[in-house]
């Protein structure tokens, strides 16, 4: 979650709360992750993340970094969606993208 995204967040819930009143809601990036890769993201999260991002382990490893070896828990920000009509503007997928981009300006 960024700084930007984290305020658009709390825009968004000012501008509703008049229609909802008080509410509480998750905020996050969209999950790329199904419901079926659950168990394999408890037992092995760099290869689930890998399946949905090919690049991720190679932009990893250059940047010396590591993926956490399990993933316990996957967040729903569908109620900020419908409720909100919010999106987290900044993904994974773009996370990667701009560390790509970072290597080719370096």
Same mark, same amino acid.
């Given at each position: 979650?960024?700084?930007? $995204?984290?305020? %658009? =967040?709390?825009? &968004? ?8 009143? @008080?509410?509480? *809601? ?9 419901? $079926?890769?659950? %168990? =394999?993201?408890? &037992? ?8 949905? @991002?090919?690049? *991720? ?50």
């Amino acid at each position: 979650l960024t700084v930007e $995204d984290a305020a %658009e =967040a709390h825009v &968004a819930a000012l501008e509703k709360a008049p229609q909802l009143g @008080f509410d509480i *809601f998750i905020v996050s990036a969209p999950t790329p992750f199904r419901p $079926d890769d659950c %168990e =394999a993201l408890i &037992a092995d999260a760099p290869s689930v993340v890998a399946g949905y @991002f090919p690049e *991720f382990p190679a932009l990893y490893a250059r940047k010396g970094w590591t993926m956490f070896s399990s993933i316990d828990r996957v967040y729903d920000a569908s109620r900020a969606r419908d409720r909100l009509g919010f999106v987290c503007k900044t993904s994974f997928a773009a996370v990667l993208a701009g560390l790509e981009a970072e290597e080719g300006a370096a």
